[in-house]
Protein backbone atom coordinates (compact mmCIF):
# COMPACT_ATOMS: atom_id res chain seq x y z
CA UNK A 1 0.00 0.00 0.00
CA UNK A 2 1.60 3.40 -0.50
CA UNK A 3 0.75 5.79 1.39
CA UNK A 4 0.77 9.89 0.27
CA UNK A 5 3.00 11.90 1.92
CA UNK A 6 3.30 15.68 0.34
CA UNK A 7 2.82 16.59 -3.33
CA UNK A 8 3.59 13.64 -5.54
CA UNK A 9 5.71 11.76 -3.63
CA UNK A 10 4.63 8.56 -2.49
CA UNK A 11 5.64 6.46 0.33
CA UNK A 12 5.83 2.95 1.17
CA UNK A 13 5.09 1.49 4.42
CA UNK A 14 7.72 0.92 7.04
CA UNK A 15 9.36 -2.01 8.09
CA UNK A 16 12.92 -2.92 9.43
CA UNK A 17 13.53 -5.27 6.67
CA UNK A 18 12.72 -2.73 4.38
CA UNK A 19 14.37 -0.17 6.21
CA UNK A 20 17.54 -2.14 5.88
CA UNK A 21 17.08 -3.04 2.52
CA UNK A 22 16.38 0.70 0.99
CA UNK A 23 20.08 1.99 1.13
CA UNK A 24 21.40 -1.41 -0.60
CA UNK A 25 19.04 -1.73 -3.24
CA UNK A 26 19.23 2.53 -4.08
CA UNK A 27 22.78 2.29 -4.07
CA UNK A 28 22.58 -0.67 -6.64
CA UNK A 29 20.29 0.80 -8.57
CA UNK A 30 22.61 4.30 -8.44
CA UNK A 31 25.66 2.14 -9.76
CA UNK A 32 23.53 0.01 -12.41
CA UNK A 33 22.28 3.33 -13.99
CA UNK A 34 24.78 5.16 -13.88
CA UNK A 35 26.68 3.22 -16.36
CA UNK A 36 24.23 2.21 -18.21
CA UNK A 37 23.83 5.93 -19.00
CA UNK A 38 27.33 6.25 -19.51
CA UNK A 39 27.64 3.70 -21.89
CA UNK A 40 24.89 5.03 -24.23
CA UNK A 41 25.67 8.77 -23.52
CA UNK A 42 29.54 8.19 -24.47
CA UNK A 43 28.91 9.55 -27.97
CA UNK A 44 27.07 12.85 -26.47
CA UNK A 45 30.06 12.72 -23.97
CA UNK A 46 32.39 13.28 -26.58
CA UNK A 47 31.01 15.29 -28.69
CA UNK A 48 30.03 17.74 -25.51
CA UNK A 49 33.79 17.77 -24.88
CA UNK A 50 35.16 18.91 -27.93
CA UNK A 51 32.85 21.73 -28.29
CA UNK A 52 34.21 23.35 -24.45
CA UNK A 53 37.55 22.53 -25.55
CA UNK A 54 37.18 24.43 -28.40
CA UNK A 55 35.63 27.27 -26.32
CA UNK A 56 39.42 27.39 -24.75
CA UNK A 57 39.84 26.18 -20.91
CA UNK A 58 39.44 23.06 -19.06
CA UNK A 59 36.32 20.42 -20.25
CA UNK A 60 35.47 20.00 -16.91
CA UNK A 61 34.68 22.11 -13.60
CA UNK A 62 34.73 20.81 -10.24
CA UNK A 63 32.87 23.22 -7.34
CA UNK A 64 32.90 22.24 -4.09
CA UNK A 65 29.97 20.75 -2.68
CA UNK A 66 28.52 19.37 0.78
CA UNK A 67 27.03 15.53 0.61
CA UNK A 68 25.84 13.09 2.95
CA UNK A 69 27.47 13.45 6.67
CA UNK A 70 29.03 16.43 5.56
CA UNK A 71 31.07 14.91 3.30
CA UNK A 72 32.65 17.62 0.91
CA UNK A 73 33.44 16.78 -2.68
CA UNK A 74 34.02 18.02 -6.09
CA UNK A 75 30.75 18.32 -7.96
CA UNK A 76 31.39 17.77 -11.34
CA UNK A 77 29.79 19.60 -14.56
CA UNK A 78 31.29 20.31 -17.90
CA UNK A 79 32.55 24.10 -18.16
CA UNK A 80 29.70 26.13 -18.88
CA UNK A 81 31.64 29.34 -17.67
CA UNK A 82 34.63 31.72 -18.55
CA UNK A 83 37.56 30.45 -16.80
CA UNK A 84 37.46 33.63 -14.55
CA UNK A 85 34.35 33.19 -13.55
CA UNK A 86 34.63 34.07 -10.16
CA UNK A 87 36.49 37.13 -10.52
CA UNK A 88 33.57 37.91 -12.92
CA UNK A 89 31.24 37.78 -10.59
CA UNK A 90 32.34 39.46 -7.49
CA UNK A 91 33.11 42.58 -9.63
CA UNK A 92 29.39 42.23 -10.74
CA UNK A 93 27.87 41.55 -7.51
CA UNK A 94 30.19 44.65 -6.43
CA UNK A 95 28.43 46.92 -8.43
CA UNK A 96 24.96 45.55 -8.91
CA UNK A 97 22.78 45.89 -6.54
CA UNK A 98 20.19 44.17 -8.17
CA UNK A 99 22.22 40.78 -9.54
CA UNK A 100 23.73 41.25 -5.70
CA UNK A 101 20.08 40.95 -4.72
CA UNK A 102 19.06 38.05 -6.86
CA UNK A 103 21.87 36.37 -6.33
CA UNK A 104 22.20 36.26 -2.72
CA UNK A 105 17.73 35.36 -2.91
CA UNK A 106 18.67 31.79 -4.75
CA UNK A 107 22.67 31.74 -5.72
CA UNK A 108 21.58 32.45 -9.19
CA UNK A 109 21.34 34.53 -12.26
CA UNK A 110 18.96 34.79 -14.89
CA UNK A 111 21.12 36.53 -16.96
CA UNK A 112 24.82 35.62 -16.02
CA UNK A 113 27.62 37.61 -18.07
CA UNK A 114 30.16 34.49 -16.79
CA UNK A 115 28.19 31.67 -19.00
CA UNK A 116 29.26 30.82 -22.49
CA UNK A 117 28.56 30.26 -25.55
CA UNK A 118 28.04 26.73 -25.64
CA UNK A 119 27.07 26.89 -21.47
CA UNK A 120 24.35 28.58 -22.21
CA UNK A 121 22.48 25.44 -24.20
CA UNK A 122 24.33 22.79 -21.91
CA UNK A 123 22.55 24.49 -18.54
CA UNK A 124 19.70 24.87 -20.41
CA UNK A 125 19.44 21.09 -21.59
CA UNK A 126 20.92 20.15 -18.07
CA UNK A 127 23.67 18.72 -20.30
CA UNK A 128 26.41 20.22 -17.91
CA UNK A 129 25.24 18.08 -15.26
CA UNK A 130 26.20 14.57 -17.23
CA UNK A 131 29.61 14.40 -15.61
CA UNK A 132 28.21 13.90 -12.26
CA UNK A 133 27.66 10.35 -13.09
CA UNK A 134 31.05 10.23 -12.00
CA UNK A 135 29.89 11.26 -8.77
CA UNK A 136 27.55 8.53 -8.53
CA UNK A 137 29.76 5.86 -9.05
CA UNK A 138 32.32 7.03 -6.24
CA UNK A 139 29.42 7.07 -4.17
CA UNK A 140 29.39 11.16 -3.85
CA UNK A 141 25.74 11.09 -4.87
CA UNK A 142 22.76 9.49 -6.16
CA UNK A 143 20.34 9.34 -9.55
CA UNK A 144 17.94 10.89 -7.05
CA UNK A 145 18.16 13.41 -4.08
CA UNK A 146 18.34 16.82 -2.69
CA UNK A 147 20.40 19.31 -5.31
CA UNK A 148 24.53 19.14 -4.08
CA UNK A 149 24.62 22.87 -2.55
CA UNK A 150 27.55 24.60 -1.10
CA UNK A 151 28.47 24.93 2.36
CA UNK A 152 27.34 28.78 2.49
CA UNK A 153 23.98 28.06 1.02
CA UNK A 154 23.56 25.30 4.01
CA UNK A 155 24.63 27.82 6.55
CA UNK A 156 22.48 30.38 4.88
CA UNK A 157 18.94 28.93 3.83
CA UNK A 158 18.66 25.57 6.08
CA UNK A 159 18.63 26.13 9.39
CA UNK A 160 17.62 23.19 11.33
CA UNK A 161 16.53 21.55 8.12
CA UNK A 162 20.10 20.50 7.30
CA UNK A 163 20.18 17.93 9.25
CA UNK A 164 17.83 16.08 7.04
CA UNK A 165 19.72 17.33 3.57
CA UNK A 166 22.58 15.96 5.18
CA UNK A 167 21.26 12.64 5.76
CA UNK A 168 21.24 11.52 2.47
CA UNK A 169 23.42 11.98 -0.59
CA UNK A 170 22.55 14.81 -3.15
CA UNK A 171 21.30 13.68 -6.17
CA UNK A 172 22.12 14.52 -10.41
CA UNK A 173 17.86 15.52 -10.05
CA UNK A 174 15.22 15.26 -7.38
CA UNK A 175 11.62 16.98 -6.41
CA UNK A 176 13.22 20.60 -7.04
CA UNK A 177 14.22 19.52 -10.83
CA UNK A 178 10.85 18.46 -11.30
CA UNK A 179 9.41 21.10 -9.20
CA UNK A 180 10.35 23.98 -11.70
CA UNK A 181 14.46 24.39 -10.65
CA UNK A 182 15.23 28.01 -10.61
CA UNK A 183 11.80 29.52 -10.83
CA UNK A 184 11.14 28.65 -7.21
CA UNK A 185 11.83 30.27 -4.44
CA UNK A 186 15.13 28.94 -1.91
CA UNK A 187 12.27 27.80 1.17
CA UNK A 188 10.34 26.09 -1.49
CA UNK A 189 13.40 24.14 -2.55
CA UNK A 190 14.41 23.67 1.59
CA UNK A 191 11.16 22.12 1.87
CA UNK A 192 11.03 19.89 -1.10
CA UNK A 193 14.22 18.65 0.41
CA UNK A 194 13.22 17.50 3.99
CA UNK A 195 10.03 16.06 1.96
CA UNK A 196 12.23 14.00 0.27
CA UNK A 197 14.95 13.11 3.00
CA UNK A 198 12.07 12.32 5.53
CA UNK A 199 9.95 9.83 3.15
CA UNK A 200 12.55 7.33 1.43
CA UNK A 201 10.85 5.44 -1.38
CA UNK A 202 12.52 3.37 -4.30
CA UNK A 203 9.36 3.99 -5.88
CA UNK A 204 9.31 7.85 -5.39
CA UNK A 205 12.79 7.68 -6.59
CA UNK A 206 11.36 5.99 -10.19
CA UNK A 207 8.58 8.53 -10.42
CA UNK A 208 10.86 11.65 -9.84
CA UNK A 209 13.17 9.67 -12.84
CA UNK A 210 10.85 9.15 -14.95
CA UNK A 211 9.58 12.95 -14.90
CA UNK A 212 13.19 13.95 -15.21
CA UNK A 213 13.18 14.39 -19.47
CA UNK A 214 9.71 16.39 -19.20
CA UNK A 215 11.31 18.72 -17.30
CA UNK A 216 14.84 18.98 -19.06
CA UNK A 217 12.46 19.19 -22.46
CA UNK A 218 10.55 21.88 -21.28
CA UNK A 219 13.69 23.48 -19.65
CA UNK A 220 11.26 25.53 -16.68
CA UNK A 221 13.68 27.22 -14.72
CA UNK A 222 17.02 26.14 -16.26
CA UNK A 223 19.09 29.08 -16.70
Same mark, same amino acid.
Given at each position: ????S? $? ?13 ? $? &? ?11 L ?12 ? %?????? *? ?5 Y !??? +? ?15 ? /?? *?A? +? +??? !?????D? %???? #?? #? ?5 K?D ?14 ? @??? &? ?14 P ?29 W? /??G ?11 L *? /??? !??? &????? @? ?12 ? +?R???
Amino acid at each position: MLLRSG $RGLPRPDRGPLLDAL $R &PVLKRGFDIAGALALLLMLLPVFVLI %AAFVKA *DGGPVFY !AHE +RVGRSGRRFGCLKFRSM /VV *DAD +R +RLA !ALLEKDP %AARA #EW #EACRKLKRDPRVTWIGRFLRASSL @DEL &PQLLNVLRGEMSLVGPRPVQAAELTMHYGAAAEHYLSVRPGITGLWQ /VSGRSDTSYATRVAL *D /VRY !ATN &PSLLA @DLLILLRTPAAVLL +RRGAY
